[in-house]
């Protein structure tokens, strides 16, 4: 029965723009995230301020996140883990909400639908990874997206 309820706010949202910025969390500095405390546990809905894109980064509203082998991985393994609480998820698809300095990110709008992948580049080479899109908004490097 909740899952429905969740289906049928989904839907009205999607349906309704006004509904969909009523439920918007725009004017908090806070948005929904789906968190990972602990290797092994469930994940917990939750909080995480909205971050702000840096050089060569794309803000992106995530209006679609993929669900992948290592995202169950990173949650009973707790791979690609620096710290927690943890985001998961690393592919998406968005809507550009903001635009960081630099050149590269320069080629983007707000506005633009764009696709991408938020882990870290050099993959495990012992770079930290940033927390992943399971949540509204998530910072995008412009080198790991493409306009949609």
């Known amino acids: 029965m909740l899952l429905l309820n969740l289906v049928i706010l989904a839907l009205a949202a999607y349906l309704y723009p006004q509904l969909r910025s009523a439920l918007s969390t ?9 968190l990972l405390h602990e290797a092994g546990t469930s994940l917990v809905a939750g909080h995480r ?26 949650r009973d393994n707790g791979l690609f883990v620096s710290s927690y609480p943890f985001v998961t998820g ?10 960081g300095t630099g050149d590269r990110s320069a080629k983007f709008s707000i506005g633009e639908h764009v ?18 899109c399971r949540r509204r908004k998530s910072t995008l490097a412009v080198s790991r997206s493409s306009k949609a």
Do not use: W, Y
């Not at 725009?26 to 789906?34: E, G, I």
């Not at 882990?119 to 930290?128: F, P, W």
């Open 49 to 74: 301020p909205i971050p702000q894109p840096g050089e060569d980064q794309l803000l992106v509203k995530v209006l679609v996140a993929g669900l992948n082998p290592h995202d169950q991985r990173i």
């Open 26 to 34: 725009d004017t908090v500095m806070s948005q929904k995230a789906l």
């Open 90 to 99: 690393a592919d998406l698809v968005g809507e550009v909400l903001k635009v």
């Open 115 to 132: 696709f991408g992948h938020t882990m870290a580049e050099g993959g495990a080479s012992g770079r930290k990874f940033p927390d992943g």
